[in-house]
């Protein structure tokens, strides 16, 4: 039994919703979808996300990989061969994680359909739902208390707050969501690496003085700037989280030399797969170092990836896997759905979904 083609599908779907961070403001996720097929037409299926400033992978350049080396590399193998196939697909290419991650992933949900098991169940676990928090983007302190009675209201429990785009309006913005929600929700916060260093020391230390308990902080500055990160961590009491930061097993090294954090961010898209994101969380455990498993701006395929590694490797906080939430309508049929701050997968083979013709 061997991978007989690779085949690639550009979506864009629309949000409900416009998502702004610090970073970016978008109305859509954009996304390369991949499927994988075997000699007995059984189809695996992963996602390349497009997302410019984060990971600056695109479209072009993820089909460009992926229908390029990486296709030639797969073609003829034994997809079984799962560790094997997401080290070769990794060692090919420089960068392109989102194009790895959406081979790796969609090798997994092929052995797992051949294997007749949902994905979770394949990398070792047997949840099939798992806790989520929902994203609130950037606004002012006017219209963000509103926004997060209404998330509230429809369940979920963690409201992950958007900030850094001002840092001088933060606190207010901040002070405002939790006398709204009260103080039985919890509220993390993430500058998408929108403060300078003094800039979070101050924001984090006022909400500290008016207690105003948040959870986390994650990603307060410049992805690059780990003496800064170092700086923060060491000056609040409020635990701080690495995103983008960490792509690698190597970035993860270095921060932890550092102590730069308290927890990481693991992503699909920014590692390269199940397989790397599967030994950031272990490194990050062996190291009492915080967990999380995040997604990108992701459809139903990614999202539905990523919950996987969380049910079946599990994270000490509660992960961030409200991307599809935002979606107007899914590209595929089945795949992930959402009951209040549960995400909930398939009981079915794989990812339980397929691409929507």
């Not at 007989?4 to 109305?27: G, K, N, Q």
């Not at 806790?131 to 963000?144: E, F």
């Not at 590692?271 to 455990?285: D, N, Q, W």
């Not at 599990?314 to 979606?327: E, I, K, Q, R, Y």
Request: charged share 20%; hydrophobic share 50%; proline share 5%.
């Amino acid at each position: 039994m061997t991978i007989r083609e690779v085949r690639c599908h550009d979506v864009s779907v629309p949000l409900h919703t416009p998502f702004v961070t610090a970073l970016r403001r978008t109305t859509t996720v954009d996304s390369l979808l991949v499927e994988v097929v075997d000699a007995d037409d059984v189809v695996g299926v992963g996602e390349a996300p497009q997302v410019w400033a984060v990971t600056g992978d695109s479209l072009a350049g993820a089909r460009a990989c992926i229908e390029g080396p990486l296709t030639g590399l797969l073609v003829g193998r034994d997809p079984y061969d799962l560790h094997a196939l997401s080290t070769d697909i990794r060692a090919a290419v420089v960068g392109n994680t989102g194009a790895t991650a959406a081979l790796d992933v969609a090798l997994h949900d092929l052995v797992a359909r051949r294997l007749g098991v949902p994905l979770p169940v394949l990398l070792g676990g047997s949840a099939l739902r798992v806790p989520t928090d929902v994203t609130l983007s950037a606004g002012d302190a006017d219209t963000l208390p509103e926004v997060a009675r209404a998330r509230i209201g429809e369940g979920f429990t963690t409201l992950k707050l958007k900030v850094g785009t001002d840092a001088a309006a933060d606190v207010t913005r901040v002070l405002a969501v939790r006398e709204a929600v009260g103080p039985d929700v919890v509220v993390r916060l993430d500058a998408n690496q929108g403060w300078s260093a003094r800039e979070a020391v101050r924001v984090i230390s006022e909400l500290e003085d008016a207690s105003a308990f948040i959870e986390l902080v994650e990603q307060p500055v410049r992805a690059a700037d780990l003496d800064g990160l170092a700086w923060v961590t060491d000056r609040v009491r409020t635990p701080v989280m690495a995103d983008e930061s960490v792509f690698s097993i190597r970035d993860l090294i270095t921060v932890i030399q550092r102590r730069a954090v308290d927890l990481v961010n693991v992503k699909l898209a920014k590692s390269g797969g199940i397989v790397p994101a599967r030994t950031l969380l272990e490194l990050a455990r062996a190291h009492e170092m915080g967990t999380m498993v995040g997604s990108m701006m992701e459809t139903h395929v990614g999202v539905g990836a990523a919950a996987s590694v969380a049910a079946a490797f599990g994270t000490t906080a509660v992960s961030d896997l409200d991307a599809a939430w935002w979606a107007v309508a899914a590209p595929v049929v089945g795949g992930p759905s959402y009951e209040g701050g549960l995400l909930v997968l398939p009981d079915m083979p794989g990812l339980g979904l397929e691409i929507r013709r």
